[in-house]
């Protein structure tokens, strides 16, 4: 196909409708490799929308460029799980291997390398994306066959499978993934309660939402069918960010029906016709089994119209799929990104169950939280009720990475001790555990009897354990990195903000730190906390308030004992001085002045 | 029209329903620091320089909504602090050389470092590699002095009917680009004329030749200080 038709078809699938700009820039890129000049006036011309839009797109989403990149990009997932199963010997093998630097495309516009948030193959890691398709457990035997691949320029589509074989790892299976649920039958349950019924039971089990803010599930399906509007959507949070998170990528591949039928038993109960299910670009590899999982369902009657024989029950869901921000996971963000603009929080309220995808009442729950809705509807809400605490009911995954013999995803019911976990996953040596990823907390051993639950230790799901051998401050400053890396640069103290945070706490690491850094971080994070619009800037100086309240001592190791030290290297700033003037003598040096 | 009250730091203050705490607090000559929020354009929630205390909590006075029987906390020297804090965020991320700036005792930036007693940058200085972008006849932008409030897009987009600009990109990275081929000024449907030539609160896009038709001195905010025209109250809203 010319490029003019791959833009074209990309265009033509989506009906030129700009609110599928993202999509359609994805299916271009796929196919071009990249967003040209060409593909932006064409795409911008056809959907008649501003260039700029565009623009802002692609350089908003980390997997869309504007420049032409490797016929084969590698992205080596950076997160500290990653680091600890030795990513960085891998990155420096492929450096070598192709000779470029990190983050560049070799001349010969073969082959770029670089870094890329979490992928979400924590527990079998090193992760590595090739033009988006997943690799795990990178080590120097499967580097040189990557390699080897790359220079006979073999299409990704002839790479042995093998590769790209993930597992499941499930550990411990409770309710929710125990057994797969016959298809129809969160459907025939839902059918059987009525709209009203569905909601009752929903309300009754005290169902809370899985994605971390924990908010009554009932309440949101309620708020949704009363706010007023004749159109009502139902989006499903498939985009899995948080480092150190994985357990919906394992949801959506086991239990993938109940999931979408939690979707559509959703629909039902709040009278919306489509659900949009947002999968982060990083799981690209889940889409096709997922649309093969979607076509089965419309040919079997458990989607489309009069879902079961049930009059009125019509609902059907489709795919979007993102491209690499993590700020997407943030709810109002995914409706933006869903409307194909780049993913900036909203002012809330309005809150989405009023006014969200297209500003019509929405629902936005996560995969687990509309996966544990089946179990409400075929059990009931009381039975729901009756697992767990009574604030935290059901059921809750977690994904075990880090130092532990077992990890994987583990289902336990609420108010399982951190300890049992630790034990269940076979850490010997736990000297901490990062709860719910760099936006979560940091639990030392005095912490362990703590239980996972709302009301105690709150989780999204990430459960990453570090031993003995690890030291915070360099986890810390990954994580700061990473919140600087994802900040969507809306607001002034999270732009601003995570990026000061960044260079202070490497400023630190090079051993230049004094307590007067210390004190710029506490009052950094304390302004990111207070002022952010979204949950990413306040949250971004925890992983600092953890390393400095819990591990003073690897802290203060690295710092000077001066008060202060300037950041600029004056000596090293001299350099480019005396390579100008061709010196190299005495004087040129400031030790000779003094 | 609602009689209603909220406490604006401990005095009692009338408001009209589905007035904003910013607003509110406007009519009642209390000026909340600001940049990204314009009385024609909306509020836009990004600057935070409005932040204020809500019934304990912090919020931004410009989207948040005045509700009877609420207790905000506008000036605390707390809140002076934080303010001052992301003035000089938003004083290091760019480039802002005052005494070059045609803007300066215009600009909303230097005058609000002003009002907030600002003396020094305090924050690293990021430097950025930005750029001027001279190619357009009457209209002039520069880059290293955008402070992203977003009130050029919002204007072209809203007023004009032009979407000349959008902001992209993501994070620190963020900058204003233009809807033109080439991405030049001088290419777009810009024009002098346009209210989104000449709503920048600083000195980011600037209209050409005309930048010392007020001489240094006699300049808005060499008059009397930011948000002096709140606390007169006779003045009203248009000399802003």
């Known amino acids: 196909m010319s490029d003019l038709a791959s833009i074209e078809a990309a265009i033509v699938r989506y009906n030129a409708n700009p609110h599928y700009l993202l999509q359609i820039l994805r299916d271009a890129q796929g196919e071009l490799g990249w967003i040209s000049p060409e593909t932006t006036r064409r795409v911008a011309a056809r959907l008649d929308i501003p260039r700029t839009r565009i623009d802002s797109l692609v350089r908003f989403y980390a997997f869309l460029h504007d420049t032409p990149a490797g016929a084969y990009r590698l992205r080596l997932s950076d997160n500290v799980t990653d680091r600890m199963q030795g990513s960085e010997a891998q990155l420096q093998r492929f450096l070598a291997a192709f000779g470029v630097a990190c983050g560049e495309t070799s001349a010969d516009g073969l082959v770029s390398v670089d870094l890329t948030s979490c992928t979400g193959l924590c527990d079998q890691g090193p992760g590595l994306l090739v033009n988006e398709r997943a690799i795990p457990r990178l080590d120097a035997g499967r580097v040189d066959e990557i390699v080897g691949l790359v220079k006979r320029r073999a299409p990704l589509a002839d790479w042995p499978q093998t590769l790209f074989e993930i597992a499941d790892n499930v550990r411990r299976a409770d309710a929710l993934l125990a057994e797969p649920m016959k298809p129809g039958r969160a459907l025939d349950a839902a059918i059987a309660l009525g709209r009203q019924g569905v909601i009752d039971e929903m309300k009754r089990s005290a169902l809370r939402g899985r994605g971390g803010a924990g908010f009554p599930t009932g309440l949101k399906w309620e708020g949704c069918r009363n706010a007023p509007g004749a159109e009502r959507f139902i989006v499903c949070n498939a985009d899995e960010g948080e480092p150190g998170t994985f357990k919906d990528r394992v949801l959506l591949t086991r239990q993938a029906e109940r999931v979408l039928e939690g979707m559509a038993a959703a629909g039902f109960a709040v009278g919306a016709r489509r659900g949009l299910l947002y999968i982060r670009g990083e799981y690209d590899y889940l889409r096709a089994t997922l649309e093969a999982r979607l076509a089965a369902m419309r040919a079997s009657g458990r989607l489309g119209v009069a879902i079961r024989g049930a009059a009125g029950f019509d609902f059907d869901i489709e795919i979007h799929m993102g491209a690499g921000a993590y700020v997407c996971g943030e709810e109002s963000a995914l409706i933006e990104s869903l409307e194909g603009k780049p993913g900036r929080p909203r002012i809330r309220p309005p809150f989405p169950v009023t006014r969200g995808y297209l500003d019509k009442p929405t629902v936005v729950d996560n995969v687990e939280t509309l996966a544990q809705a089946t179990e409400v509807v075929i059990h009931g809400g009381a039975a729901f009720a009756g697992r767990g605490t009574r604030a935290s009911t059901g059921t809750k995954v977690l994904s075990v990475s880090g130092d532990c013999e077992r990890p994987g995803i583990y289902e336990y019911p609420f108010g399982v001790r951190l300890s049992h976990v630790l034990e269940d996953c076979g850490a010997r040596d736990a000297a901490f555990v990062q709860v719910s990823g760099p936006s979560g907390a940091c639990l030392t051993p005095d912490e362990f009897h703590r239980a996972i639950a709302f009301e105690d230790v709150a989780t999204a799901g990430a459960f990453m354990v570090f031993d003995s051998r690890r030291d915070y401050f360099e986890i810390a400053r990954n994580f700061a990195r990473f919140f600087a890396h994802e900040s969507c640069g809306f607001c002034t103290p999270c732009r601003v903000g995570t990026s000061l945070q960044s260079d202070l706490m490497d400023k630190i690491a090079e051993g230049r730190g004094s307590h007067y850094e210390v004190n710029e971080l506490m009052r950094l994070s304390e302004l990111m906390r207070r002022t952010s619009h979204c949950g990413l800037g306040q949250t971004a100086g925890n992983p600092f308030n953890d390393a400095w309240r819990k591990f003073r001592p690897a802290f203060e190791k690295r710092l000077q004992a001066r008060d202060f030290a300037p950041a600029i290297d004056l000596e090293a700033a001299l350099g480019p001085a005396r390579a100008a003037t061709h010196r190299e003598d005495a004087l040129a040096h400031l030790e000779a002045e003094t | ?240």
């Open chain 2, 1 to 240: 029209m609602s009689e209603a009250t909220f406490e604006l730091d401990g005095v009692p203050t009338p408001f009209k329903s589905g007035q904003t705490i910013l607003e509110a607090s406007r009519d009642a000559g209390v000026y909340v620091p600001h940049l990204c929020c314009d009385p024609e354009l909306g509020a836009h929630g990004s600057c935070k320089l409005c932040t204020v205390i809500v019934n304990g909590r912090t919020a931004s006075a410009c989207t948040m909504k005045a509700l009877a029987g609420q207790e905000v906390e506008i000036d605390t020297p707390e809140l002076e602090a934080l303010r001052r804090s992301l003035v000089q965020m938003l004083f290091v991320e760019g480039n802002h050389f005052c005494p070059g700036c045609e803007k300066s005792g215009d600009c909303k930036l230097q005058a609000l470092g002003y009002l907030l007693e600002m003396t020094n940058p305090h924050w690293v200085h990021f430097f950025p590699d930005l750029g001027v972008d001279a190619s357009h006849p009457d209209v002039w932008l520069d880059r290293n002095r955008c402070i992203q409030c977003e009130l050029c897009v919002r204007a072209s987009r809203d007023v004009d009917g032009k979407n000349v600009f959008a902001l992209a990109g993501r994070g620190i990275a963020s900058k204003i680009v233009v809807n033109s081929p080439s991405g030049l000024l001088g290419d777009s449907d810009i024009a002098a004329t346009d209210r989104a030539a000449h709503v920048c609160p600083v000195g980011a896009i600037l209209v050409k030749r005309v930048g010392f038709a007020h001489p240094i001195g006699e300049r808005i905010y060499d008059r009397a200080p930011i948000g002096a025209e709140v606390l007169a109250c006779d003045v009203p809203e248009s000399s802003k």
